[in-house]
Nanobody
């Protein structure tokens, strides 16, 4: 069972950038799909971005501003977020397509105007 720990969130002004990290307790080399989700106050959790095989995929809100990547050697998934907007304020979580997955604590991102 792989556990995931998110970090890198914080308070940033509109237009700023953050890089989120998600470190796995075990190897991610065999995990085919890794993704980021977010949950804003009072809203449902929503998918943001995913890396599957050699491809990356983005929600409409993330496309062109966010970049998802993985480093199998470091067992880490990243989410580079640029040109942040107030609507990006949320708790960000990573997800892995692996047996026994459970959601972690997430990392809070707050974008102030």
């Amino acid at each position: 069972q792989v556990q995931l720990v998110e970090s890198g969130g914080g308070l940033v002004q509109v237009g700023g950038s953050l890089r989120l990290s998600c470190v796995a307790s075990g190897s991610i080399s065999s995990i085919s799909q890794l993704a980021w989700y977010r949950q804003a106050p009072g809203k449902q959790r929503e998918w943001v971005a995913a890396v599957a095989g050699g491809s990356t995929h983005y929600s409409d809100s993330a496309l062109g501003r966010f970049t998802v990547s993985r480093d199998n050697a470091k067992n880490t998934v990243y989410l580079q977020m640029n040109r942040l907007k107030p609507d990006d304020t949320a708790v960000y979580y990573c997800w892995a397509n692996t047996k026994g997955f459970s959601w972690g604590q997430g990392t809070q991102v707050t974008v102030s105007s």
